[in-house]
């Protein structure tokens, strides 16, 4: 039976153990929950920058296309063919991102409309039925790339520069493009007017006027303040350069209807049209630098994400491996001392056995001062109390009776 002093010893041994266990459970639990957070979240953001990266492709090869489209409308604006081969192309290009991303932007059908209007323009006509087609089609295409815009989250990116340098990219510059040749198209064609029609475009001229400049001034302001919100520090020398090209070019274009609206002579299409080149050129440069750089800080926050899933898991693989250590060490002691008790005390010797004992001492016994007689066969003749008998008189001195 277990004694009091014996079960205080045994109790404690318990209670740490207990104690331990628990301390064990509830360190497992806190780093697990930890880390399903972490991984949620970590996953959501990956995802939310993945889809903006298809964003950005998509937009990449809608650019091209806008260009093409805006070169084939002054083409036939000016009385010549449109250049056919160079907007085939940036149809086929956009028809291959469609068939990639289609399934995550829901663009499918938005393009089948686009490239179905692109298809039936016409490749030369009046000035006022050309823009009239093409305005058509632009507007559709800045319809799908506002539809890529909201789809990819490119609208609510989290990061200030990111954001900027999105609605800069995918809304503003795109928007100049348009207005930019709407604005040349209407002052080439009204050229060749009378006087009385030109007063009626005139007002279409004053309003893609107007659009281009806030364009202009908007991106300008996109620019400045994702430059401003940004740490990189090659952001600023990369887009400034450009934006400052594209501006220049703009400011040309915009005083080339004075003396249409003073009334002072005509307008000089030929340098209406080399303003537009020149713009035309500084846009496609802007358009690419800028979806370059969104491009890159998304790559950047995705590497910057695998990091901290590979923290994620360190944080919750090392505890795991601490919490192992002392139950592996139990299990190990455990082992130890089972194997110790199928061994001899001494290694080496072996163990006490028969042949091994010492030899037994031998046993003095005393002898008997009283030894017994032997009993004899038959019982002896009673004996008489004769004096004369030594062992009567033995008895005598002692003073036993007769």
């Known amino acids: 039976m277990m004694t009091a002093g014996a079960r205080l010893p045994w109790r404690g041994r318990q209670f740490g153990t207990v104690a331990r266990g628990l301390l064990l459970l509830v360190l497992t639990v806190s780093v697990t929950v930890l880390f399903s957070i972490v991984w949620q979240s970590v996953g959501e953001q990956s995802a939310f920058a993945t889809l903006e990266r298809d964003g950005v492709r998509y937009i990449q090869a809608l650019g091209p296309l806008e260009i093409a489209l805006t070169d084939a409308e002054a083409a036939a604006v000016n009385g010549g063919s449109a250049a056919h081969e160079p907007l085939a192309r940036a149809v086929d290009a956009v028809a291959v991102v469609d068939n990639e991303l289609h ?53 609510r990116d989290p990061a200030a520069d990111t954001y900027y340098l999105e609605d800069g990219a995918a809304q503003e510059l795109p928007e100049g493009i348009v207005a930019a040749a709407q604005y040349t198209d209407l002052l080439v064609s009204v050229a060749g007017l009378p006087v009385a029609d030109q007063a009626k475009v005139l007002v279409d001229i004053t309003s893609a006027r107007s659009d281009l400049a806030s364009n202009a001034h908007d991106l300008s302001d996109d620019v400045r303040l994702a430059v401003e919100g940004t740490g ?171």
């Open 232 to 402: 990189s520090k090659s952001l600023g020398s990369a887009l400034l350069t450009k934006l400052d090209r594209f501006n220049r070019s703009t400011d040309n274009l915009v005083p080339l209807v004075s003396p249409l609206l003073d009334g002072k002579g005509g307008i000089d299409a030929a340098k209406v049209v080399r303003a537009r080149d020149e713009m035309q050129s500084a846009a496609a440069e802007l358009s690419a630098e800028l979806l370059t750089q969104i491009d890159t800080a998304l790559n950047d926050r995705l590497s910057s994400l695998s990091q901290r899933r590979l923290l994620a898991i360190g944080t919750l693989v090392v505890p795991a491996l601490l919490a192992l250590v002392p139950i592996g060490s139990a299990l190990m002691a455990r082992r130890r001392r089972g194997t110790t008790k199928g061994k001899p005390d001494r290694p080496g010797t072996p163990p006490p056995g028969p042949s091994h004992q010492a030899p037994a001492q031998p046993v003095t016994v005393p002898p008997n001062p009283w030894p017994l007689e032997p009993v004899p066969a038959q019982w002896p003749e009673p004996r008489t109390h004769d004096a004369s008998n030594p062992e009567y008189a033995r008895w005598e001195r002692f003073g036993a009776p007769q």
């Open 103 to 155: 399934d995550q932007l829901g663009t499918q059908d938005r393009w089948n409309g686009l490239r179905t209007k692109i298809e039936s323009l016409p490749v030369e006509g009046t000035g006022a039925a050309v823009i009239a087609a093409y305005g058509g089609a632009n507007d559709l295409l800045l319809a799908l790339m506002d539809k890529i815009r909201n789809t990819s989250k490119l609208i």
